[in-house]
């Protein structure tokens, strides 16, 4: 038995690297303007020569899977302190709070001049999520089921988008761009000191995450069992919230907000997989949240090229209905432990 789950492990993290090379390569191939393999295969080995490829597309595929990547694991990290699968980041309105301080981040230090860097951007999405996890922590408290929770949380989510709209009508035109293109979720832009920061971050989050494994599996059969194993419940928590906060903090600092892709990735990961241990899951939801999103962002670049969609349009097609399915497929009656 043993043997054959270890098999089904290998056979689909063999799946999602073919799949995540494929579109890799696919991503950085396609768009408004084409080049064949030997073209794209020279632009790699010669990055001196620069180019489209090298200057371009690569940083955004590189962007695509390492942001996406984040959001997955954000999202199951979140569905394990709820013990629930319907929790994320986007629907829970902590990617809406996290937007609304990097907005005001924006405005503020561009009206005056003041050149913004990565890390700004990330402080002030990382506070922005905690204030955000903070309403819903408190919401918690007294709302017991959880579909009353998302509501709460889309709720959080439109009073930030709201106060974002107020903070925009006061801004310079040139800031008005710059926060509107970045508000609807885009990898586009993205340099490569962007990629070298979100993988220091995400890869930083990534690997606190692992050494959690333990805790989290034990967390994943109650309080009562976590407890008896030794675990500090009180302090674990804090763990997990810090730890989805920096991972979903990361993405909209880079990419503004994206989507259902925090609650969709864990899901069919789990479904793939058929497990929801922690040493399987957490590089199962980081490859998984990366093919997709190298997937929709494939769909955005080429779909109505040379424009481009935005990112998080292509993922709620696609993560709403898992979503969905998950909200008709819980009994009914149900509560969450939250």
Known sequence: MRKNTSLRYAA????????AAVLLVWNINAGSVDFTAGEVLAALLEPEDGGIIWTIRLPRVL??????????????????????????PFVLGISSGAKLTVSLVMVLLLSRGIVIGSAALIAGAFAGSLLSMGFILLLSRR???????????????????????????????????????????????????????????AGGALALTFLLAKPIGAYQMGEVYAQNMGVNVKRFRVQL????????????AFAGPISFVGIAAPHLMKSLFRTAKPLVMIPACFLGGAVFCLFCDLIARTAFAPRDMSISSVTAVFGAPVVLYLMASRKSGRGARV
């Open 12 to 19: 689909c993290f063999a799946l999602l690297a073919v799949l």
């Open 63 to 88: 962007a695509a899977a390492i942001l996406g990547g984040a959001l997955a694991v954000s999202g199951f990290l979140l569905q394990t302190f709820f013990a629930n699968p319907i929790a994320g």
């Open 241 to 252: 919230i810090l730890l989805s906060s920096i991972l979903s903090a990361c993405v909209t």
């Open 143 to 201: 709302v017991k089921q959880m579909s009353m929770l998302v509501v709460s949380g889309v709720m959080i989510g439109y009073i930030c988008s709201a106060i974002t709209d107020f903070v925009v009508t006061f801004a310079d035109d040139s800031n008005i761009v710059n926060l509107h293109n970045w508000s609807l979720g885009s990898f586009s832009g993205t340099s490569w000191e962007n990629v070298r920061t979100m993988a220091l971050v």
